[in-house]
Each structure stands twice: as structure tokens, then as C-alpha cells.
């Protein structure tokens, strides 16, 4: 048999058309209308062969005239005569076996798995740390306008309260890395409550809410050297590198890089809120290293934590809706800072 049965469309409608091929002796390939249409005749060297892929039809193209959808045969080989891609030989070999495919499919999501895992986190890190400072001063801005227009207003705490605990805190930093760009603010903030943030540049601000609620200045001084570690690992410009990165694999993954649909949008906020948890712990780490560095008992932060606990409303941190929590669960930052406690020696 030398010729083909395949389905013509014009490129101008949905409709396909039913027709016959067979090669031309003038060098074209005639396209024959099952339903009597007229003869078409296209040039070879018009022709655009698309690749074999496992079972699915092959596609023949000529610009601005459509496409037609063929099963594989030897004719075609025949008709189009090229150099073997050992590229193209392979995908078919692999796509015509089950057993390949799922060794292909599971070695994907094993590369991904680990790429998301260690991959992303150590490229966030390195990139982050060449990002110039510059970057950091003008995403801060952004961002403390944003926050300025919606949630903060001036602070209310006396003048001498806050010189005191800026005086406080510029001890409690000194010598630590970048400590040089850390400078404290002071906000107030009911839409935030009793609260603190680091900005990329360095500032961190501190709410009145939370100067209120703290038994005292030891526990302020907790929170504080915990935004400090945020700071000095550089969380801000991480997390937002790491964000970024996992909607764009996702949605490789998925085919929809937009990350418009729930199948692409909910692993990247799983994943991005894994980050961020491993950015606090890593944050609480640095507090506690810092306290004991100054003399401070890591208690104050064991004590912040239970008063900041009682602001939350119950079971937030438990259930599913612990994994799109941004912050480790609040027991095990107690637990953590406790065990830490214990470990020093007592002074008599």
C-alpha cells in the first residue's frame, strides 16, 4: 500500500477533514478529499514532519496551510528521508514502554523532591548572599510602604522607653554580622497585635502591643534577637527567592506556570510555608545562641513565647492547618528555648 489515510484540518476551523495521501511523481504529496473536495498537491520541501511520539498520530505541517494527522508508518520515513536522532529514537523507545515510563515518571519526582528539598534552599542561600544592598534597601521600601498605608502608625511609647530599649538592643547585637545596617522601630499596629519583623535592609520594627505584653525588658530583648537572626541569615531575601522558585517548578510540573489553579498553587504554599518554618527555627537557634552570649537566660524567650501563645486563638497551630503555618508550633519553640535553659550551668 502506498498511500495513507489521515485527517486534513485548514487551520481555520475545528472541523477535520477526512483524506487520502500518496506521494506525487513530480515531488509533492497529493492530499485526496474522501468527500470529493478538490486535489491538494504540497511541495516536500513545504513540509514539516513532526516527531515520533510513542503511539499518537504524526502531524505533517505546511504554513498557512493547516496540518494533517497520520498514523506512523514506513511511508513516512520514506517520503521524508532524515539523519536518525538518537534523541528522538530514545523518547519513542521510552514512551512505547510502561515500565519506562514509571521509571521516568518516579525518577522525575524523585529529582524534583530533592531539587525543591536541598536544591532550592542552597541556591536562595548563595543568591542571596551576593544580592547587593541596594536590592535589599529598595525591596524594604516597598515593602514598609505597603505596610505603612494599611497597618502601622506612630508609636505611642514615651520618648525615654524607646531610647532605652534602642540602647538595649544596640547592645545585645553588637559584633554580630551586618549588625552595623540593624536599626529598631518602633510601630503601632492593632491589626498586627503584639508582634515583630525584620525588613532585608535591616530594620526590624517592634509593635507597642508587644512592649506591653512582655513580663519584662529580658523578654523584649527575645524577640528582638530573633528578628536579628532573620537579619543576619538573610530570611527576607531567602524566602522570597525560595517563593518564587517553587511556583516556577510546580508549575513546570503541572504545565501552568501561571499558578493560577489550586493543583499548582496549594503544593507551592506547602512548600513555601515549609521554608519559612525552617527559616524560624533556624532564627530561633541564632536567639538563643545570642541570649546565652549575653548573659541572658534563654527563659525570657520560653516566657515571650507562652505570653504570645495566649493571643492565638486555640488549635490554630494544630491539625492540617498546621502545615500552611508560616511558624514552627509554639510548644516546640518553648521546648526548644527550655531544653536550651537546661543545658547551662547554674551560677551560684
Known amino acids: 500500500m502506498n498511500w495513507l489515510e489521515g ?12 483524506v487520502r495521501l500518496e506521494l506525487d511523481g513530480s515531488g509533492g504529496l497529493r492530499i485526496l478529499a474522501a468527500d470529493g473536495g478538490p486535489e491538494r498537491l504540497w511541495p516536500l520541501h513545504e513540509i514539516e514532519l513532526g516527531a515520533r511520539i510513542g503511539a499518537t498520530p504524526r502531524v505533517l505541517r505546511r504554513a498557512g496551510h493547516g496540518q494533517v494527522e497520520c498514523p506512523d508508518s514506513p511511508l513516512l520515513a520514506q517520503w521524508f528521508p532524515r539523519p536518525a536522532s538518537r534523541v528522538e529514537a530514545m523518547a519513542d523507545w521510552l514512551e512505547r514502554r510502561r515500565l519506562a515510563i514509571l521509571v521516568a515518571a518516579l525518577g522525575t519526582a524523585l529529582f524534583a523532591f530533592a531539587f525543591l528539598r536541598v536544591g ?3 541556591f536562595a542561600l548563595r543568591i542571596a548572599e551576593r544580592t547587593p544592598e541596594a536590592v535589599e534597601v529598595e525591596v524594604s521600601r516597598q515593602a514598609i510602604l505597603l505596610l505603612e498605608r494599611t497597618h502601622l502608625r506612630p508609636s505611642e511609647l514615651p520618648q525615654a522607653r524607646r531610647r532605652e530599649l534602642r540602647g538595649r538592643f544596640a547592645d545585645l547585637v553588637r559584633g554580630e554580622p551586618r549588625y552595623e545596617r540593624m536599626r529598631l522601630r518602633f510601630v503601632q499596629a492593632p491589626a498586627l497585635g503584639p508582634n515583630a519583623f525584620a525588613l532585608p535592609d535591616g530594620r526590624i520594627y517592634l509593635t507597642d502591643a508587644l512592649v506591653k505584653l512582655a513580663g519584662d525588658d529580658e523578654e523584649i530583648l527575645a524577640v528582638l534577637a530573633h528578628e536579628a537572626g532573620h537579619h543576619v541569615h538573610r530570611h527576607g531575601i531567602r524566602q522570597a527567592i525560595e517563593s518564587s522558585s517553587v511556583l516556577l517548578v510546580v508549575g513546570l510540573l503541572f504545565g501552568d506556570v501561571s499558578g ?43 516566657s515571650i513565647m507562652r505570653r504570645l501563645s495566649a493571643e492565638i486563638p486555640d488549635g490554630i497551630e494544630r491539625g492540617p492547618m498546621g502545615y500552611l503555618s508560616t511558624h514552627p508550633p509554639t510548644p516546640e519553640r518553648i521546648e526548644a528555648a527550655e531544653r ?5 550551668p547554674r551560677r551560684d
Do not use: M
Open 340 to 344: 536550651a535553659s537546661d543545658r547551662q
Open 120 to 122: 532550592v534552599p542552597w
Open 260 to 302: 493560577s489553579s489550586l493543583a499548582v498553587a496549594l503544593p507551592a504554599v506547602l512548600l513555601s510555608s515549609g521554608y519559612s518554618r525552617g527559616h524560624e527555627r533556624e532564627a530561633d537557634a541564632h536567639a538563643l545562641q545570642l541570649l546565652r552570649s549575653r548573659g541572658i537566660p534563654e527563659q525570657a524567650f520560653a
Open 7 to 18: 485527517q486534513w484540518h485548514d487551520g481555520r476551523s475545528s472541523r477535520a477533514h477526512a
